[in-house]
C-alpha cells in the first residue's frame, strides 16, 4: 500500500530532488505540496515547487505558505541555491496554479476528510507545520508521523550548532517537536554522509531523460557551494531532503536512535540548536527517531531508480 504524504518543501535543489524522489519512486499517495519561505522568498519557493512538479509531470495540490518565520525575520540561503532558488538549469513554465487556500487551511482540510493517517515530510523551516499545529490542535491526531529534515546531533551549518532549517524558525521548531507527534530527524549527521560525487551527477544525466537531465544540472550547481565552503566532504554535496522520503522508503538504509530532543530558543550562542540526549542522560521519553547514518550507495542508486520512472 501507499503512504499518504503531505510534503511541505523550500526547493531549493536538494528538495528538488527529493519531490523526485518521492513522485518517482512510486511508494507514496502524495496529497499536497506545501511551501515555506526558507531556501528563498515563499514566492520563489512556490514557484519553483510548480516548476519541478510541471517538469516531472505531476498535477497534485500545491498550497501557498507563510512568508516568514512565526516571530522572526526571513533569512534565505540564496549563498547556496542562488537568485532563483534552483540556479542551473532551465526549468519549464509552471502548467497550474497553486490553490486558492493557504498551506495550513490547504493540511487542514486534507487531513479532516482523510479516513486515514497522514505522514507529514517538511524540508524546510517548520513555519506552516507549527501555525497549523497552534490553529488545527484537534487534527494532531490524524498525522501518522512527522519525517524532517533539520537539526543535527553533533554540528550546524548556520552557527556551530544550529542547522538552516531549526535555525531559520526556531521556535516553530520548538512546538513541532513539543507536540508528541512521533519525529523521524534526518540532520546533518546523516545529511552530510548523504554526499552526491561528480559521477553520482554524470550517472543522472546518463538516464537522458528531462527530469535526469534537471536533476544534474541541478546539483552541478549546488555542488559549487560545497566544493569550495566544505572541502572536508572531498568534493561531495550534502544531499540533505531526500533522506526525509528516503526513510521512509527503507528505514534499514539508515542507522538511527530514539532520543529525547528538544529545540533551544532562548540560547546566546546556540539559538535553533536541535538538543539530542544522544546517551539518555536526562532518562527523559525519546520523542525522536534521530537519524545519524546511510548506505550512500544505496541512496544513489534509490535516486537513480526513482528518476528514471519519470519523464
Ligand atoms: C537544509 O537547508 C536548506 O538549504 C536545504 O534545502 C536543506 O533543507 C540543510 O541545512
Ligand atoms: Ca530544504
Given at each position: 500500500?501507499?503512504?499518504?504524504?503531505?510534503?511541505?518543501?523550500?526547493?531549493?535543489?536538494?528538495?528538488?530532488?527529493?519531490?523526485?524522489l518521492a513522485f518517482g519512486s512510486g511508494k507514496f499517495d502524495i496529497k499536497a505540496v506545501t511551501t515555506s519561505a526558507?531556501?528563498?522568498?515563499?514566492?520563489?519557493?512556490?514557484?519553483?515547487?510548480?516548476?519541478?512538479?510541471?517538469?516531472?509531470?505531476?498535477?497534485?495540490?500545491?498550497?501557498?505558505?507563510?512568508?516568514?518565520?512565526?516571530?522572526?525575520?526571513?533569512?534565505?540561503?540564496?549563498?547556496?541555491?542562488?537568485?532563483?532558488?534552483?540556479?542551473?538549469?532551465?526549468?519549464?513554465?509552471?502548467?497550474?496554479?497553486?490553490?486558492?487556500?493557504?498551506?495550513?487551511?490547504?493540511?487542514?482540510?486534507?487531513?479532516?476528510?482523510?479516513?486515514?493517517?497522514?505522514?507529514?515530510?517538511?524540508?524546510?523551516?517548520?513555519?506552516?507545520?507549527?501555525?497549523?499545529?497552534?490553529?488545527?490542535?484537534?487534527?494532531?491526531?490524524?498525522?501518522?508521523?512527522?519525517?524532517?529534515?533539520?537539526?543535527?546531533?553533533?554540528?550546524?551549518?548556520?552557527?556551530?550548532?544550529?542547522?538552516?532549517?531549526?535555525?531559520?524558525?526556531?521556535?516553530?521548531?520548538?512546538?513541532?517537536?513539543?507536540?508528541?507527534?512521533?519525529?523521524?530527524?534526518?540532520?546533518?549527521?546523516?545529511?552530510?554522509?548523504?554526499?552526491?560525487?561528480?559521477?553520482?551527477?554524470?550517472?543522472?544525466?546518463?538516464?537522458?531523460?528531462?527530469?535526469?537531465?534537471?536533476?544534474?544540472?541541478?546539483?552541478?550547481?549546488?555542488?559549487?557551494?560545497y566544493r569550495t565552503n566544505r572541502t572536508e566532504l572531498d568534493g561531495g554535496a550534502a544531499l540533505h531532503d531526500p533522506?526525509?522520503?528516503?526513510?521512509?522508503?527503507?528505514?534499514?538504509?539508515?542507522?538511527?536512535?530514539?532520543?529525547?530532543?528538544?529545540?533551544?530558543?532562548?540560547?546566546?550562542?546556540?539559538?535553533?540548536?536541535?538538543?539530542?540526549?544522544?546517551?539518555?542522560?536526562?532518562?527523559?521519553?525519546?520523542?525522536?527517531?534521530?537519524?545519524?547514518?546511510?548506505?550512500?550507495?544505496?541512496?544513489?542508486?534509490?535516486?537513480?531508480?526513482?528518476?528514471?520512472?519519470?519523464?
Amino acid at each position: 500500500m501507499k503512504i499518504p504524504i503531505i510534503i511541505d518543501c523550500d526547493p531549493g535543489h536538494d528538495d528538488a530532488l527529493m519531490l523526485m524522489l518521492a513522485f518517482g519512486s512510486g511508494k507514496f499517495d502524495i496529497k499536497a505540496v506545501t511551501t515555506s519561505a526558507g531556501n528563498q522568498t515563499q514566492e520563489k519557493t512556490l514557484n519553483n515547487a510548480l516548476k519541478i512538479l510541471t517538469l516531472i509531470g505531476a498535477n497534485v495540490p500545491v498550497f501557498r505558505g507563510a512568508e516568514k518565520p512565526l516571530f522572526r525575520n526571513l533569512i534565505i540561503a540564496d549563498y547556496v541555491h542562488g537568485e532563483t532558488g534552483l540556479d542551473g538549469p532551465a526549468l519549464p513554465k509552471p502548467a497550474f496554479e497553486a490553490q486558492a487556500l493557504s498551506a495550513v487551511e490547504g493540511i487542514a482540510a486534507i487531513l479532516r476528510s482523510s479516513e486515514e493517517k497522514i505522514t507529514i515530510v517538511p524540508t524546510g523551516p517548520l513555519t506552516n507545520i507549527a501555525t497549523f499545529l497552534l490553529a488545527y490542535p484537534h487534527l494532531k491526531d490524524k498525522i501518522e508521523r512527522i519525517s524532517l529534515m533539520g537539526g543535527g546531533i553533533f554540528r550546524g551549518n548556520m552557527t556551530p550548532l544550529a542547522e538552516f532549517n531549526i535555525f531559520a524558525d526556531p521556535e516553530a521548531a520548538h512546538l513541532v517537536f513539543k507536540s508528541g507527534i512521533p519525529i523521524t530527524m534526518c540532520g546533518l549527521d546523516v545529511t552530510h554522509k548523504a554526499l552526491v560525487f561528480q559521477k553520482d551527477i554524470d550517472l543522472l544525466r546518463s538516464i537522458g531523460n528531462n527530469t535526469g537531465k534537471a536533476a544534474a544540472d541541478l546539483m552541478d550547481f549546488f555542488s559549487i557551494f560545497y566544493r569550495t565552503n566544505r572541502t572536508e566532504l572531498d568534493g561531495g554535496a550534502a544531499l540533505h531532503d531526500p533522506c526525509a522520503i528516503a526513510w521512509l522508503i527503507e528505514p534499514e538504509m539508515f542507522t538511527s536512535k530514539p532520543c529525547f530532543v528538544d529545540v533551544e530558543i532562548n540560547g546566546t550562542l546556540t539559538t535553533g540548536t536541535t538538543v539530542v540526549d544522544f546517551y539518555d542522560v536526562t532518562g527523559k521519553e525519546p520523542n525522536v527517531e534521530v537519524v545519524y547514518d546511510i548506505d550512500r550507495e544505496r541512496y544513489i542508486k534509490m535516486l537513480y531508480n526513482a528518476i528514471c520512472q519519470l519523464p
